[in-house]
T-cell receptor, first 116, second 112 residues
Framework: GAVVSQHPSWVICKSGTSVKIECRSL??????MFWYRQFPKQSLMLMAT?????????EQGVEKDKFLINHASLTLSTLTVTSAHPEDSSFYIC????????????FGEGSRLTVL | GQQVMQIPQYQHVQEGEDFTTYCNSS?????IQWYKQRPGGHPVFLIQ?????EVKKQKRLTFQFGEAKKNSSLHITATQTTDVGTYFC????????????FGTGTRLQVTL
């Protein structure tokens, strides 16, 4: 199957700093990638849809100035958590698909963010 | 908004017992997918169902899509310890096939 890689796997930062998470599709091109947030023992909540070459589409309740998404190439999307606070601590996962028609999603390994 | 609920939230079975998780959507779906997430891991795609009433099997796993395309189930026969994890259904809608709404998940624990 297709491979999606996420980096970093773990990150600890101080409150008020910004953190960038990268999501790469390694063996396919992805015009669209998805960013999710997952709290412990809970479901995946879609945060935004990242579109190559255009602005991301954010879900209701997600602050676009807080969670900056950039999708500058067909294989890379980045999520920057700006001015992070402890409540932003979570597991962030990206996903992508080689074909928007088939719908099967391939997920990155996830990035666990801890804000002190 | 769209809601996808799963029951039970958690189930603990002994190895060899069967297991079923049920998924219910508040809206009609164009397709439903199932994912498995191992503890500490990321979701891994299991299957996609598209047709009303569709039933698909993968070895010990049986997936069903309801006639009204609003519910689905995953049944595991004779569970094994390797089945441990959280099972999520995820519903898609026409025109947004890849933008999925994930269910609340069912965490399965299997002991010897």
């Amino acid at each position: 199957g297709a491979v999606v890689s996420q980096h970093p796997s773990w990150v600890i930062c101080k409150s008020g700093t910004s953190v960038k998470i990268e999501c790469r599709s390694l063996d396919f091109q992805a015009t669209t990638m998805f960013w999710y947030r997952q709290f412990p023992k809970q479901s995946l909540m879609l945060m935004a849809t990242s579109n190559e070459g255009s602005k991301a589409t954010y879900e209701q309740g997600v602050e676009k100035d807080k969670f900056l998404i950039n999708h500058a190439s067909l294989t890379l999307s980045t999520l920057t958590v700006t001015s992070a606070h402890p409540e932003d601590s979570s597991f962030y996962i990206c996903s992508a698909t080689p074909s928007l028609n088939t719908g099967e999603l391939f997920f990155g390994e996830g990035s666990r963010l801890t804000v002190l | 908004g769209q809601q996808v609920m799963q029951i039970p939230q958690y189930q603990h079975v002994q190895e060899g017992e069967d297991f079923t998780t049920y998924c219910n959507s508040s809206t009609t779906l164009s397709n439903i997918q199932w994912y498995k997430q191992r503890p500490g891991g990321h979701p891994v795609f299991l299957i996609q169902l598209v047709k009303s009433g569709e039933v698909k099997k993968q070895k010990r796993l049986t997936f069903q899509f309801g006639e009204a395309k609003k519910n689905s189930s995953l049944h595991i026969t004779a569970t094994q310890t390797t089945d441990v994890g959280t099972y999520f259904c995820a519903g898609g809608h026409t025109g947004t096939a890849s933008k999925l709404t994930f269910g609340t998940g069912t965490r399965l624990q299997v002991t010897l």
